[in-house]
């Protein structure tokens, strides 16, 4: 079946980013003008998904309040004549369906996608992570068609310099590549020592579960921080030779720390047709 559905896990408390997680979920914090979470959505909503499923945290109610259609903000734009702002408002949390599910504790990635289950049915879905963003919907889409034509999870994955692994999750596979990068995955671990990790293939944050994935969650039992981690389930596939890969060269920008977030700020305002140049010139007058 089609996948339909796309999960994405935002209950995270985002310590890193504190004081301004404060008050601002991480999810929601500008990449110039857009909230990160809607980047992620658009990539969602770009390779055919109907439904978006939000993993958020009571605590948290600015995400609930991004995703409410809101026509009093609709109306006040439209009346500044600012059309093409108003209609992209208007379609936030109307595009597509937008169910929010609640983790009320962080006990890691995999209780996350728990926390789903019910919202997805049993049926395959996307997991997008919200810290990545990608240049666009085609790696979730190649990844939806190989899982089509398999049935298997599929992740998506990228090659990157030794010593960056550390932060990741980091694949094995049987050695043999496809002509677009397909790969089985034979074993996974999660976030290694550079000097332990088996490849410099990480994890980007971007996967297609089958349904099998949630039951294998249910199986397992936390870690001594009382996680419940993705990357046991994918190990548990990997062994029995049910979860492919596509190591891609996808354009991808990691917001996960405030460097790299403010980098992915820069880089994508860089390349917009509206305020690049500017930025540019900015820039450039501000390095000279
Ligand atoms: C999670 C996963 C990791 C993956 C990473 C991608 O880690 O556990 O395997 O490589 O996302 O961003 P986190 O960044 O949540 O610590």
């Known amino acids: 079946m089609a996948m339909r559905t796309a999960v994405i896990p935002a209950a995270g408390l985002g310590t890193r980013f504190l004081p301004a997680t404060k008050a601002v979920p991480k999810e929601l914090m500008p990449i110039f003008d857009t909230p990160a979470l809607q980047l992620v959505m658009d990539e969602a909503i770009g390779a055919g998904v109907e439904h978006i499923v939000v993993v958020s945290n009571v605590a948290k109610p600015g995400i609930e309040e991004y995703l409410k259609p809101s026509q009093d903000t609709v109306d006040r734009v439209r009346k500044s004549g600012r059309t093409e702002l108003a209609d992209r408002l208007a379609r936030i949390g109307n595009d597509v369906r937008v169910s929010i599910a609640y983790q009320d504790k962080p006990r890691g990635l995999g209780h996350a996608v728990s926390c789903a289950r019910a919202a997805v049915g049993d049926e395959a879905f996307a997991l997008l992570l919200p810290d990545e963003i990608m240049g666009d919907s085609s790696l979730l889409l190649q990844m939806a068609q190989m899982h089509n034509a398999t049935g298997k999870t599929v992740v998506g994955l990228k090659r990157v310099p030794k010593d960056e692994v550390s932060a990741y999750?980091?694949?094995?596979?049987?050695?043999?590549?496809?002509?677009?990068?397909?790969?089985?995955?034979?074993?996974?671990?999660?976030?290694?020592?550079?000097?332990?990790?088996?490849?410099?293939?990480?994890?980007?944050?971007?996967?297609?579960?089958?349904?099998?994935?949630?039951?294998?969650?249910?199986?397992?039992?936390?870690?001594?921080?009382?996680?419940?981690?993705?990357?046991?389930?994918?190990?548990?596939?990997?062994?029995?030779?049910?979860?492919?890969?596509?190591?891609?060269?996808?354009?991808?920008?990691?917001?996960?720390?405030?460097?790299?977030?403010?980098?992915?700020?820069?880089?994508?305002?860089?390349?917009?047709?509206?305020?690049?140049?500017e930025l540019r010139n900015w820039l450039k007058g501000t390095l000279s």
């Open 169 to 277: 999750g980091v694949i094995t596979t049987t050695g043999t590549t496809g002509a677009h990068g397909e790969v089985t995955i034979t074993g996974v671990v999660e976030k290694p020592k550079v000097e332990d990790a088996p490849s410099d293939i990480i994890i980007i944050g971007r996967y297609v579960l089958a349904p099998d994935m949630f039951d294998i969650l249910e199986t397992l039992a936390p870690a001594p921080s009382g996680e419940i981690q993705l990357t046991d389930a994918l190990l548990i596939g990997a062994n029995a030779r049910t979860v492919d890969g596509v190591v891609s060269d996808i354009e991808r920008h990691d917001t996960g720390t405030p460097m790299g977030w403010l980098q992915t700020v820069i880089e994508l305002t860089l390349k917009r047709s509206d305020v690049g140049t």
